[in-house]
């Protein structure tokens, strides 16, 4: 009877143990949207919506963006390939919106890091022999692949401070044509 009790307690006590472990917590980011009015993806420009993406376009260019072609009026999409280290390989894609507002108009831009790492995995051949069983032979290549990790939104601040000033430039430029 003390052997059943003992181990219906050993039971009990696994399971209390067991309840107690702590599973990582899902991080929900989209709990900290604030859906905030701020300007830190957006500006004002006194042109028509074409003018301001026509100077936003020739902004990217001037950077070593390549612009590429959209099916929406009013838009435009520009990436750029950064090395920082080696083994590492840095994509930033840039999206900007042209809305008219009255007689001015409203650029919105959004920017995306994504972010690649090299591996390198060896090849091996396995063989399998009946005396012994299988044998795994090293080769003497490594195989190479990138492999994505990590995308985000570049942040509000100084990075759009500088890609508006620099659209405000190409529109004065533009205007004075």
């Not at 009877?1 to 990582?24: D, H």
Request: with cysteine; hydrophobic share 40%; glycine share 6%.
């Amino acid at each position: 009877m003390a052997m059943r009790s003992t181990a219906w307690g050993v039971a009990a006590l696994a399971l209390v143990l067991a309840g107690c472990q702590t599973q990582p917590a899902k991080v929900l980011v989209y709990q900290d949207e604030r859906f905030e009015l701020n300007e830190a993806y957006s500006r004002l420009f006194d042109a028509p919506p074409d003018r301001t993406c026509e100077a936003a376009r020739r902004a990217l260019l001037s950077q070593g963006y390549l612009v590429a072609p959209v099916s929406r009026p009013r838009s435009l999409q520009a990436r750029k390939h950064f090395q920082p280290e080696g083994d590492v390989h840095v994509e930033i894609e840039f999206n900007v919106f042209c809305v008219p507002d009255g007689a001015v108009s409203t650029a919105y831009a959004s920017a995306i890091q994504e972010r690649y790492v090299l591996k390198r995995s060896a090849n091996a051949a396995s063989v399998g022999v009946n005396a012994i069983g299988s044998v795994s032979i090293p080769l003497g290549s490594n195989e190479d692949s990138l492999v994505k990790a990590g995308s985000e939104t570049i942040a509000g601040g100084k990075f759009y401070d500088r890609f508006f000033a620099l659209v405000q430039r190409y529109l004065r430029e533009l205007n004075a044509e």
